[in-house]
């Protein structure tokens, strides 16, 4: 089975500093995003990548940023983290670039900004 | 504002009863997809159907496609206590980028043993 493993299931962190989201996946997908989710607004999507080095904006990009140096790993980071950021942040990969194909998530990492 | 939207929000059963959730979208869809998500966990994909099916099973699961109708169900049959959780339906578009899933806000499912 394909296993996407986010690296922090809980992250506690100040207002204004840096935050590194690390997501790696061990079955050579092509595709990667990542999520956020929030209780009454369902999943929203941050950002996504098809390849290496590749990278699109979703629906909610502003004051995050990605990268996708490598194939199996996609980070996610937050500049300058702002209470507002506090959620769940969901990883999720898929095979190819094909829209017949579900994704697989990771756990997901809860994170606090305080 | 969400592609899909799942209906009820909240719906509680005692165990061994079937549990009914339903999904509306507003677009042409290329296929649409029902997930479960464990209290504080990541989502499991359970089923995909694509928008030419009007019917998919997989084990005492059940989902319908109305393309017309722009709606979809989900059926859990012989619903156990494990069935708790949140289900989401997510539909990938017809036109243009297909490439990512749209989400719903989720029905959350408590089976009562």
């Known amino acids: 089975d394909v296993k996407v493993t986010q690296s922090s299931r809980y992250l506690v962190k100040r207002t204004g500093e840096k935050v590194f989201l690390e997501c790696v996946q061990d079955?050579?997908?092509?595709?990667m995003f990542w999520y956020r989710q929030d209780p009454g607004l369902g999943l929203r999507l941050i950002y996504f990548?098809?390849?290496?080095?590749?990278?699109e904006k979703g629906d909610i990009p502003e004051g995050y940023s990605v990268s996708r140096e490598k194939k199996e790993r996609f980070s996610l980071i937050l500049e300058s983290a702002s209470t507002n950021q506090t959620s769940m942040y969901l990883c999720a990969s898929r095979v190819q670039e094909l829209a017949s194909y579900g994704y697989t998530f990771g756990s997901g990492t809860r994170l606090t900004v305080v | 504002s969400q592609q899909g939207e799942e209906d009820p929000q909240a719906l509680s059963i005692q165990e061994g009863e079937n549990a009914t959730m339903n999904c509306s979208y507003k677009t042409s869809i290329n296929n649409l997809q029902w997930y479960r998500q464990n209290s504080g966990r990541g989502l499991v994909h359970l089923i995909l159907?694509?928008?030419?099916?009007r019917e998919k099973h997989s084990g005492r699961l059940r989902v319908t496609l109305d393309t017309s109708k722009k709606s979809s169900s989900l059926l859990i049959t012989a619903s156990r206590a494990a069935d708790t959780a949140s289900y989401f339906c997510a539909t990938a578009l017809a036109s243009g980028s297909a490439r990512q899933l749209t989400f719903g806000s989720g029905t959350q499912l408590t089976v009562l043993p």
């Open positions: 159907i694509r928008s030419n099916e």
């Open positions: 990548s098809y390849d290496v080095k590749m990278k």
């Open positions: 079955m050579d997908h092509e595709n």
